[in-house]
């Protein structure tokens, strides 16, 4: 079967600190995947999704970004956070037209 | 381009009683329906999926929503709900296109509570 692992399950940071949230996918080859945030209260924002290693799509402009170094690990970073990066960031990979999304990783930018 | 609308953002219902949380939704080509339901502090869950067939889509933990192509809806339904079924639900669609990547539009969520 398939799980879908993220790390850290929380972080926090100070203001201007870089990032880097990981996600791996286990069971299956490649898997579209998929970077989400989810601030307080509010709906899901895709960030980035990938279809293949090396290929990154972005969704939104801003001070993030992503790399699928391997067909089954996606990861996203920032050189400096801002405050209005906290959020609840979930990963999710895609099989046969559904999403299965990791546990998520809270951030909080202080 | 595909948008959802989940007019309830807030749903409190008395255990055991039935529960409809609507989804409605705009597409200009054919559509691929999702319910999803988060738990506090968890991922997302996939409840059940609409791709093609009967209307009528039956889910996990009793859940079940049917296809309204008339009316562009895809509500939730259980006949009779669990403590256990508070939460935060989820509406999605995509579109039905010849790529291999196709994105998922989610609504705002409802968030069901369940009265005890």
């Known amino acids: 079967s398939q799980t879908i692992h993220q790390w850290p399950a929380t972080l926090v940071q100070p203001v201007g600190s870089p990032l880097s949230l990981e996600c791996t996918v286990e069971g299956t080859s490649n898997p579209n995947l998929y970077w989400y945030r989810q601030a307080a209260g509010r709906g899901l924002q895709l960030l980035f999704y990938?279809?293949?290693?090396?290929?990154i799509s972005s969704e939104v402009p801003q001070n993030l970004s992503a790399s699928r170094p391997q067909d089954r690990q996606f990861i996203l970073s920032s050189k400096k956070l801002l405050l209005s990066d906290s959020g609840f960031y979930l990963c999710?990979?895609?099989?046969?037209?559904?999403?299965?999304f990791g546990p998520g990783t809270r951030l909080t930018v202080l | 381009a595909q948008s959802v609308t989940q007019l309830d953002s807030q749903v409190p219902v008395f255990e055991e009683a039935p529960v409809e949380l609507r989804c409605n939704y705009s597409?200009?080509?054919?559509?691929?329906l999702f319910w999803y339901v988060q738990y506090p502090n968890q991922g997302l869950q996939l409840l059940l999926k609409?791709?093609?067939?009967?209307?009528l889509v039956k889910g996990i933990n009793g859940f079940e929503a049917e296809f309204n192509k008339s009316q562009t809806s895809f509500h939730l339904r259980k006949p009779s709900v669990h403590i256990s079924d508070t939460a935060e639900y989820f509406c999605a669609v995509s579109g039905v296109m010849k790529t291999s990547y196709d994105k998922v539009i989610f609504g705002p969520g409802t968030s069901l509570s369940v009265i005890p």
């Open positions: 990938s279809v293949g290693i090396g290929q």
């Open positions: 999710a990979w895609e099989r046969t037209r559904g999403q299965y």
């Open positions: 597409s200009s080509v054919s559509v691929y």
């Open positions: 609409y791709l093609s067939g009967s209307t």
